[in-house]
Antibody, heavy 116, light 113 residues
Framework: EVQLVESGGGLVQPGGSLRLSCVASGFTFRTSWMHWVRQTPGKGLVWVSRINDDGRTTNYADSVKGRFTMSRDNAKNTLYLQMNNLRVEDTAVYYC???????????WGQGTLVTV | DIVMTQSPLSLPVTPGEPASISCRSSQSLLHSNGNTYLDWYLQKPGQSPQLLIYLNSKRASGVPDRFSATGSGTDFTLRISRVETEDVGVYFCMQALLTPPYTFGQGTKLEIK
C-alpha cells in the first residue's frame, strides 16, 4: 500500500522557517518524481514544487521561488520542503504527492498544516 | 500560466441522478504526442484529493465506471451517470501540459439534495 506521511507543520511567525518532511512507503521512491501541493480554503489547490527522481532537478511556483527548497533523500525514502522567509499567505495545508509517468498525481499524503 | 475555470462552483444533486462538471483551460491541453493532459480529482470531506481521471478520459485504478470524462482542446466535462452519496466532495480539474506550474480549477462542490 502506497503511503505518504507528512510532518513538520506548525505555527511560525512571519519571516520564520519550517522544514516539512514526507516519508514514503509502499512503492519505489527512488524512481518517482514527487510534488508538494498546498491548499487554502480561499484559493483551493496550488502547486508548489516538483523534484525529479534523483533530486537534481527542481521546479517551483513563482510565489515560493527563492524562499522554498525541495529536496529528497532516496536512502531514507524521504522528501523535504525547506520553507524560509515565510509569509502570511503561505498559510495552508501542505501535501506531498507522487507524480505518474503521464504527469498526473496519483497519491497524496494526508497533509500538514502550516500557519504563518 | 494556463488558467483553469470550472463551472458550476456548487452542484446540488439528487442521488441516482446524473451530474456534470465543466472545466475550461485558457490554452489547448493537446500535446503533439496526441495526449491531452487534463486530470480530474475528487476531494472527499476530510480527505486528501484522489485521482479520478487522467489524460482527459482514462479512469484511474479503482474508480467506478459511473465516472466518465470527455473533452478536447480547451473544453472538458466530467460526468457521473448516477450520483451516489459517497460522491460528495469537491471536484478539481488540473492541467499537466505546460508545466511547471501545474494549475488547478477552483473546484466544484457536489452536494446531495
Amino acid at each position: 500500500e502506497v503511503q505518504l506521511v507528512e510532518s513538520g507543520g506548525g505555527l511560525v511567525q512571519p519571516g520564520g522557517s519550517l522544514r516539512l518532511s514526507c516519508v514514503a512507503s509502499g512503492f519505489t521512491f527512488r524512481t518517482s518524481w514527487m510534488h508538494w501541493v498546498r491548499q487554502t480554503p480561499g484559493k483551493g489547490l496550488v502547486w508548489v514544487s516538483r523534484i525529479n527522481d534523483d533530486g537534481r532537478t527542481t521546479n517551483y511556483a513563482d510565489s515560493v521561488k527563492g524562499r522554498f527548497t525541495m529536496s529528497r533523500d532516496n536512502a531514507k525514502n524521504t522528501l523535504y520542503l525547506q520553507m524560509n522567509n515565510l509569509r502570511v499567505e503561505d498559510t495552508a495545508v501542505y501535501y506531498c504527492a507522487r507524480a505518474t509517468p503521464t504527469d498526473s498525481i496519483d497519491y497524496w499524503g494526508q497533509g500538514t498544516l502550516v500557519t504563518v | 500560466d494556463i488558467v483553469m475555470t470550472q463551472s458550476p462552483l456548487s452542484l446540488p444533486v439528487t442521488p441516482g441522478e446524473p451530474a456534470s462538471i465543466s472545466c475550461r483551460s485558457s490554452q489547448s491541453l493537446l500535446h503533439s504526442n496526441g495526449n491531452t493532459y487534463l486530470d480530474w480529482y475528487l476531494q472527499k470531506p476530510g480527505q486528501s484529493p484522489q485521482l479520478l481521471i487522467y489524460l482527459n478520459s482514462k479512469r484511474a485504478s479503482g474508480v467506478p465506471d459511473r465516472f466518465s470524462a470527455t473533452g478536447s482542446g480547451t473544453d472538458f466535462t466530467l460526468r457521473i451517470s448516477r450520483v451516489e452519496t459517497e460522491d460528495v466532495g469537491v471536484y478539481f480539474c488540473m492541467q499537466a501540459l505546460l508545466t511547471p506550474p501545474y494549475t488547478f480549477g477552483q473546484g466544484t462542490k457536489l452536494e446531495i439534495k
